[in-house]
C-alpha cells in the first residue's frame, strides 16, 4: 500500500465513525473513490455524506453514481442467485450455512445494499459437495474452472461452495492454528428461513480469521466485525464470545481486529474484553500491532502472525515450508490459467522484492514501540 493509499485508509475510517474534523477537498479526488470502491466502503461513506448534506462536483457525483449502480445490480444478480441456489438445495435435504456476505449485509446493515457483494460463500458438510454440485448444476451453475471446482458460475453470479471454513486445502498448517472446523458451525447454527446461520459468538472470531487470514486487505472487513461487535455489546454476549475465542485459540486474529475497531469505528467493545483476549505478544507482534491500527495494511501480515500461533517449531517450519514452496493445485489457482511455473517464479520475485522494500517500514514501527517504552 502507497502512502496516499494509506492516507486514503485513514480518511475512510474517519468517515465512518463520523469524525467532523476532515479534509474535504480529498472528497474531490478519483482515487479517493476508487480505493473506496476496492475496500468495499463507497457504499458507506456516500450514505454518510448524504446524511451530512455534504455537496460534491458534478464530476465526482458521476463517478460514485455510476459505482453505486453497478454495485446495486450485482448485488440484484448475487441476491437473485442466492434465493434460487438455497431453494434448490433446501429441496435436495441439503444444510448449508451462509458465510460473511449477504448474511452481514441483511443483519448487521441498516440497508443491505450498503455492503458489497462478490460472491456467495456457502458452507456445507463434506459428503454434500457432490449432490450440491449436482443440484446446482441443474439450475444451471458449473464450475468456473479445473482448478477450482467448487467455484461455481451463472452468468454473473458466482457460488463458492466450502467443505470447512479455513480454507485448509490451499495451506493444510492452517488447521493447526485453531480446532475452529465445520463440525463447529453446524453444532451451533440454527434454522433462518431455508439456510443456517451461526451465533454472533461464533461469528466474531471467525470474521476476525478471515480478515485476518487477508492482511486486513479490505476495510469492509473489519467494519463488519465493528458492526457485529456492537450487536454483541448490545445483546450482552460477550462472556459467550470470549469463551469461544478462548476454545478456538483465536486471540491474536481477534485481538488485532477489535483493538482496530476500537481504535478507528469507536466500536462497543468494552476494556475487559480486549483485556481477556490479550494474547502474548513478543516485540515483533507488538510492533505489528502499532502499525495495523494507524490504518498502514502490512504485507504478509496474516503469514507472520498464524506462525506465532503455532506452538511448536516444527509446525511453524512446516507452514512456513507450505506457504512458500505451495502445493501444485495452489499454484494452479495462482497461474488461473497461465503457465503454472512462469506465474509461480514471478510472484515469488515480486514478492522477495517487497519483503525487501519493506525492511525500512520494520525498523520505523520497532522504533516507534520502544520510543513509547
Not at 486514503?8 to 474535504?24: I, K, N, Q, W
Not at 458460475?153 to 490451499?170: F, S, T
Not at 480486549?274 to 495495523?292: F, G, V, Y
Not at 505451495?326 to 515480486?350: D, M, N, S, W, Y
Amino acid at each position: 500500500m502507497s502512502n496516499t493509499e494509506h492516507f486514503h485508509r485513514s480518511c475512510f475510517a474517519c468517515l465512518l465513525r463520523g469524525d467532523p474534523e476532515f479534509d474535504h477537498a480529498l472528497l474531490e479526488t478519483a482515487a479517493f473513490w476508487r480505493q473506496a470502491r476496492m475496500e468495499g466502503v463507497l457504499a458507506l461513506l456516500w450514505h454518510q455524506l448524504v446524511s451530512k448534506n455534504i455537496q460534491l462536483s458534478p464530476a465526482i457525483q458521476l463517478q460514485i453514481r455510476d459505482a453505486l449502480r453497478e454495485q446495486t445490480i450485482e448485488l440484484g444478480i448475487i441476491r437473485h442467485a442466492a434465493n434460487q441456489a438455497l431453494t434448490t438445495l433446501d429441496r435436495a435435504g441439503i444444510r448449508v450455512i451462509m458465510l460473511r456476505g449477504l448474511a452481514l449485509a441483511e443483519t448487521l446493515y441498516p440497508r443491505a445494499s450498503l455492503r458489497p457483494q462478490s460472491d456467495i460463500d456457502l458452507l456445507l458438510n463434506p459428503v454434500q459437495m457432490q449432490p450440491a454440485l449436482i443440484a446446482l448444476g441443474a439450475i444451471g451453475f458449473a464450475p468456473i474452472n479445473s482448478w477450482q471446482p467448487h467455484l461455481l458460475v451463472r452468468g454473473d453470479a458466482l457460488i463458492d461452495l466450502h467443505d470447512e471454513p479455513l480454507g485448509g486445502d490451499r495451506i493444510q498448517a492452517w488447521r493447526q492454528l485453531t480446532p475452529l472446523s465445520g463440525n463447529t458451525f453446524f453444532a451451533q447454527a440454527h434454522h433462518d428461513g431455508n439456510t443456517l446461520r451461526i451465533p454472533d459468538s461464533l461469528q466474531i472470531p471467525w470474521l476476525c480469521f478471515h480478515a485476518t487470514k487477508h492482511s486486513f486487505e479490505r476495510l469492509i472487513w473489519l467494519n463488519d466485525i465493528a458492526l457485529l461487535a456492537n450487536q454483541i455489546s448490545q445483546n450482552q454476549t460477550w462472556d459467550q464470545a470470549i469463551t469461544t475465542i478462548h476454545q478456538l485459540r483465536l486471540e491474536h486474529p481477534c485481538y488485532f481486529s477489535l483493538s482496530y475497531c476500537v481504535e478507528q469505528f469507536n466500536a462497543e467493545v468494552p476494556d475487559e474484553v480486549l483485556a481477556a483476549i490479550r494474547p502474548a505478544m513478543d516485540w515483533r507482534e507488538r510492533a505489528l500491532l502499532q502499525r495495523h491500527l494507524t490504518h498502514e495494511q502490512i504485507p504478509f501480515l496474516a503469514e507472520r502472525l498464524f506462525a506465532r500461533m503455532l506452538p511448536r517449531l516444527r509446525q511453524r517450519l512446516a507452514f512456513w515450508y507450505e506457504t512458500i514452496i505451495p502445493r501444485h493445485e495452489v499454484r494452479e489457482q495462482i497461474a488461473a490459467g497461465g503457465c503454472v511455473k512462469c506465474t509461480f517464479i514471478r510472484t515469488r520475485l515480486r514478492q522477495l522484492g517487497l519483503a525487501i522494500s519493506m525492511l525500512h517500514l520494520e525498523w520505523r514501527g520497532w522504533r516507534l514501540l520502544f520510543c513509547k517504552h
